[in-house]
């Protein structure tokens, strides 16, 4: 379980594929602090560490993982977001984010509003149920508010802290990013039969 509060950025410094899998080596400031076993949000994928050393760790994505996601997009030197697990016992600074991507979606436009920035995104059609105005959702494994959402498309504000550290400042007009809705509304629909 995690928050979508970024601790750190990580760097992709080698990629191994194997059968249908792919190992990502990352090099990270928080890297030697975390054990095997360990799960740990990458762009907002839950994955599990399977090895630790010299200031680096590797995960490894499954097929699932992949399909659904946009880690099959990364290459050597690409940044990404980093978030350990959530402490039972702290306060939930952002919103209940599970690591589990729904979809991916496209960036759209990138607006600069007096020093902080509009993002415009296209959703798949799930996204007219599941994001609302004001509500919660994770992107990239940031949690963030929407600010509006019409059909398949809708727009979060990023404030310059968020900018500068995170990876938004490396997405760009075309780029994939992972998106979790939030567990709330998915678990509203599936009780009203409309999953």
Not at 48 to 65: G, L, P, Q, R, S
Not at 78 to 95: Q, V
Not at 106 to 114: A, F, L, P, T
Not at 117 to 126: G, L, P
Request: hydrophobic share 35%.
């Amino acid at each position: 379980m995690f928050t979508g509060i970024i601790e750190t950025l990580g760097t992709i410094i080698d990629i191994q594929k194997e059968k249908s899998n792919i190992t990502f080596t990352i090099k990270s400031s928080i890297s030697d602090e975390l054990r095997v076993d360990q799960s740990l949000a990458h762009d907002g994928v839950c994955l599990t560490v399977v090895k630790v050393a010299n200031k680096m760790h590797k995960v490894t994505a499954i097929d699932e993982t992949l399909q659904k996601s946009n880690l099959n997009k990364w290459e050597i030197n690409s940044k990404i977001n980093l978030e350990r697990c959530t402490k039972i016992n702290e306060r939930l600074d952002g919103h209940i984010v599970q690591g589990h991507i729904d979809c991916v979606a496209i960036c759209e436009k990138i607006e600069d509003v007096s020093g902080s920035w509009k993002f415009t995104f296209k959703a798949n059609e799930a996204s007219k149920k599941l994001i609302v105005e004001k509500g919660s959702i994770s992107i990239n494994g940031v949690s963030l508010t929407v600010v509006n959402s019409t059909d398949n498309f809708f727009s979060v504000a990023i404030i310059p802290y968020t900018y500068e550290n995170t990876s938004f400042c490396n997405i760009e007009k075309g780029s994939l990013v992972n998106i979790e809705y939030d567990i709330i509304g998915k678990y509203v629909l599936k009780i009203l039969g409309k999953s």
